[in-house]
């Protein structure tokens, strides 16, 4: 059994298994991590879109790697404080898995902010839920960690979920008008970025800090993004400059969160709950853009909990 010293008052109390399941720290700091991203989507999508979205007026376009620049100062920013004043080594430990995590944490974003600027938001963000199966996938080659044939059921119902969800924004609407198949190509190798990210940050879980971890893509990015921005830049002008503070902000959170949650437990457990992301982008274009999605989207944001539920309970048994 697995006590929850996270709240005070239950420290001398149990739970079933499906309730710790659910609890448990590190599907929490992944939920966490998740709503966090869903901000940094949510005002990534404004400023790409700019005077074209009706939101906020008098927003200007910034191109995707502006994005990443500005995410990578505010990120740099916070972590070095941190690291600092914890006298951490700012290089960290196991220096060839901390620059894969930069370099491949580096790529992903970029690449998905340009997918969010040339795809509707709904499907670059399924997309990107590729990104837990080509963790479990790569966990498995490169970390060898065991995978039970009924997990991986239970991670294709997941997946046939988000599937459905992309299917039926592809065929069932008008929205396949807008697609360009080159950059759902290249949301597809941003989610797979993301899945070596995600195994570099399990495999360092035993010699470095998160802190240590998450510096890493600042540091990397920040000279690429800063000479590739002298060739296309947008001033920010009014609260502009807040939506860029949110997006470092959250990011900031939403990275920390990500690799405290992958540092609980394996992946194969883990990861599949980013799924859950799907939830969150239903409820914000519900509240928020007044979206009515069809039958068919609701029933794969069911396929997609029991996946990530079941999945959970057999690992935990």
Not at 42 to 65: C, D, M, R
Not at 258 to 276: C, M, N, R, V, W
Request: net charge neutral; hydrophobic share 55%.
């Amino acid at each position: 059994m697995l006590y929850l010293d996270f709240l005070p008052f239950t420290n001398a109390l149990t739970y079933d298994s499906l309730y710790i399941c659910i609890v448990n720290k590190g599907i929490l700091y992944i939920l966490i991590s998740g709503l966090s991203f869903l901000v940094v989507n949510f005002f990534v999508k404004i400023l790409g879109a700019g005077p074209e979205q009706s939101l906020f007026e008098n927003i200007q376009h910034y191109p995707g790697h502006e994005l990443v620049l500005a995410r990578s100062i505010i990120s740099f920013t916070i972590s070095f404080y941190i690291i600092k004043k914890r006298n951490l080594p700012l290089l960290g430990v196991n220096r060839k898995w901390l620059t894969i995590r930069g370099v491949s944490g580096m790529i992903a974003l970029t690449i998905f902010f340009y997918t969010i600027h040339h795809l509707p938001l709904a499907i670059a963000s399924t997309v990107q839920y590729l990104a837990p199966v080509f963790t479990v996938i790569f966990a498995m080659i490169i970390l060898k960690e065991k995978v039970k044939s009924l997990q991986w059921l239970f991670i294709l119902i997941a997946f046939a979920g988000v599937g459905m969800i992309g299917l039926n924004e592809l065929f069932l609407t008008d929205v396949h008008e807008q697609l360009d198949l080159r950059w759902l190509g290249l949301g597809i190798l941003s989610s797979a970025f993301s899945g070596i990210a995600y195994v570099s940050i399990i495999r360092l879980k035993h010699t470095d800090t998160p802190i240590n971890i998450v510096i890493y893509f600042p540091m990397i990015s920040l000279p690429v993004m800063a000479v590739w921005s002298i060739f296309e830049f947008t001033m920010p002008q009014g609260i502009e400059w807040l939506f860029l503070l949110i997006i470092g902000i959250f990011t900031q959170i939403a990275q920390i969160m990500l690799t405290k949650g992958l540092h609980e437990g394996d992946a194969s457990l883990i990861t599949p709950f980013q799924y859950l992301g799907a939830i969150y982008a239903t409820i914000i274009g519900f509240c928020i853009f007044d979206e009515r999605l069809s039958w068919v989207v609701y029933f794969g944001i069911g396929l997609i909990l029991v996946g990530v539920i079941s999945n959970a309970i057999l690992k935990k048994r």
